[in-house]
């Protein structure tokens, strides 16, 4: 079985830096993905990580550390259009790959 | 290079109706997904293709939901008879390979029972 947690909602200021959390319990981990997601549209590929460590693109940058089942996606100089969902989402391999979702962070940011 | 498609993009049935969905990969993908993503959660996995076996449908209400993709390439997905619970978004996914894991997403399609 799989369990990845990620706090319901979030909110923060324009220019802020913002960290969304995600932890995990799975079996046959092969990686961690973190989608965005505009409210009525499709999940949008951010970042990937594989080994342990700070993966960085531009505002965006996601940390991975397999040995704590843990990850998070660090959202800096935030801008209005930053107001999304963010998926975190585990890549297993159970005999067969396959991507399992959290429940997504609803991330607000103000003015 | 064209995106997943999907269709329609919304729909709405009342209890015990049917309907389907379709859903045209990228090119060349040969890993199709059906996910179903209720208001406020996640997307969870209904069912994964490789080609044109199922690779994963454990999650599949089977005596409801159905899914086949002939051929390979598109691929359909049938809710017989519906219910108030299957209210949400039926999103597809392709990916090129097994391996890297990226998964491309289609914009949806809405249902809503009632």
């Known amino acids: 079985g799989q369990n990845i947690d990620q706090p319901t909602e979030m909110t923060a200021t324009e220019g802020a830096i913002v960290q969304i959390n995600c932890t995990y319990q799975?079996?046959?981990?092969?990686?961690l993905f973190w989608y965005q997601q505009h409210a009525g549209e499709a999940p949008t590929f951010l970042s990937y990580n594989v080994l342990d460590g700070l993966e960085e693109k531009g505002r965006f940058s996601s940390f991975l550390s397999r040995s704590k089942g843990y990850s998070y996606l660090l959202l800096k100089e935030l801008q209005m259009k930053d107001s999304a969902s963010y998926l975190c989402a585990v890549y297993m391999n159970t005999g067969f790959q396959k991507l399992v979702f959290g429940t997504g962070t609803r991330l607000l940011v103000s003015p | 290079e064209a995106g997943v498609a999907q269709s329609p993009r919304y729909k709405i049935i009342e209890k015990r109706q049917s309907v389907a969905f379709w859903c045209n990969p990228i090119?060349?993908?040969?890993?199709l997904y059906w996910y179903q993503q209720i208001l406020g959660q996640g997307p969870k996995l209904l069912i994964q293709f490789q080609n044109n076996g199922v690779v994963d449908d454990s999650q599949l209400p089977k005596d409801r939901f159905s899914a086949e993709r002939l051929k390979g390439v598109d691929s359909t997905l049938k809710i017989q008879p519906a219910k108030l619970e299957d209210s949400a978004v039926y999103l597809c996914?392709?990916?090129?390979?097994?391996?890297?894991?990226?998964?491309?997403f289609g914009e949806g399609s809405r249902l809503t029972v009632l």
């Open positions: 996914a392709s990916s090129p390979d097994r391996v890297s894991g990226e998964l491309f």
């Open positions: 799975t079996s046959g981990f092969n990686g």
């Open positions: 090119s060349g993908h040969a890993t």
